[in-house]
């Protein structure tokens, strides 16, 4: 093998294994990308989730008030024949 020939190969693997490792650490952003976007994304639903709890709670305890009132108020009756 020449020189110019050895110069190539090795040009070539130099070449070669950056492309590897590029590819790499790209795989290596990707992975925390996601990573990062699945952490928010369960936040958001954590959030949301606690949310719709609450929201749950309020209504439950607005509709017992409500019949709490309705069963302590005293009766109305109307007469129309009168």
């Known amino acids: 093998m020449t020189s110019e020939s050895q110069d190539r190969e090795a040009t070539i693997e130099q070449c070669v294994g950056n492309v590897v490792r590029i590819g790499r650490l790209w795989a290596v952003y990707g992975l925390e990308v996601g990573r990062a976007a699945l952490r928010t994304s369960a936040e958001t639903l954590r959030t949301t989730s ?33």
């Open 50 to 82: 606690e949310l719709l709890g609450s929201l749950a709670k309020q209504l439950d305890e607005q509709q017992a008030a409500a019949e709490a009132t309705a069963s302590t108020a005293p009766a109305t009756t109307t007469d129309q024949h009168a």
